[in-house]
């Protein structure tokens, strides 16, 4: 199975400052086919998860741009230029390349400082 | 609108079964792959099973294997997860989401306690 790894697992922002959540896969995620499907999930308190990229660095409606997505092969990346208080949640990345299974990381706490 | 509910959560005695159900709407169901993904209390996701749009393939987390059955019926619109000999570490909340790895659309979930 394909491990996914997040640092950190808990970061602490300020506010309007930047953030960044990185997430590596055990092996590829490059698919035969030449697509790399690597998502990224927000839940925020108390709320089901909702899908913010798909395939690296699509992003899905209503997400807001402050939010991108990036990286290759086995190296991925989450930021969010400037956070805002609704930012606060947990994320996580998943792979779709290798299943099954499905394999989601651990997650990364984002709350304010 | 593009919705999905789950419903059949239960407290349940180890050994014991349980279905779930979800039901889809604002989209052609038929069209799409369907996934159960669960979630224990603090933990993070985890995918348990998904299911091929004519119902034709099956795929399931080895932890599940020989106890969980997907299942869908196109024509209610329906996806449903038969879980038999439910252990203490099944204990979660379980979501019904669309898209064999797309999972862009997620229900609110539904709580299954094992305990006794």
């Known amino acids: 199975d394909v491990v996914m790894t997040q640092s950190p697992l808990s970061l602490p922002v300020t506010l309007g400052q930047p953030a960044s959540i990185s997430c590596r896969s055990s092996?590829?995620?490059?698919?035969?086919?030449?697509?790399?499907?690597l998502n990224w999930f927000q839940q925020r308190p108390g709320q089901s998860p909702r899908r913010l990229f798909y395939?690296?660095?699509n992003r899905d409606s209503g997400v807001p741009d402050r939010f991108s997505g990036s990286g290759s092969g086995t190296d991925f990346t989450l930021k969010i230029s400037r956070v805002e208080a609704e930012d606060v949640g947990v994320y996580y990345c998943m792979q779709g390349t290798h299943w099954p299974p499905f394999t989601f990381g651990p997650g990364t706490k984002v709350d304010i400082k | 609108e593009v919705q999905l509910v789950e419903s059949g959560g239960d407290l349940v005695q180890p050994g014991g079964s349980l279905r779930l159900s979800c039901a889809a709407s604002?989209?052609?169901?038929?069209?799409?792959?369907m996934s159960w993904v669960r979630q224990a209390p603090g933990k993070g996701l985890e995918w348990v099973a998904n299911i091929k749009q004519d119902g034709s393939d099956k795929y399931y987390v080895d932890s599940v294997k020989g106890r969980f059955t997907i299942s869908r019926d196109n024509a209610k619109n329906s996806l449903y997860l038969q879980m038999n000999s439910l252990r203490a570490e099944d204990t979660a909340v379980y979501y019904c989401?669309?898209?064999?790895?797309?999972?862009?659309?997620w229900g609110q979930g539904t709580t299954v306690t094992v305990s006794s």
């Open positions: 989401t669309r898209g064999r790895w797309g999972m862009d659309v």
């Open positions: 092996q590829s995620l490059v698919h035969s086919d030449g697509n790399t499907y």
């Open positions: 604002g989209f052609t169901f038929s069209s799409l792959w």
């Open positions: 395939k690296v660095s």
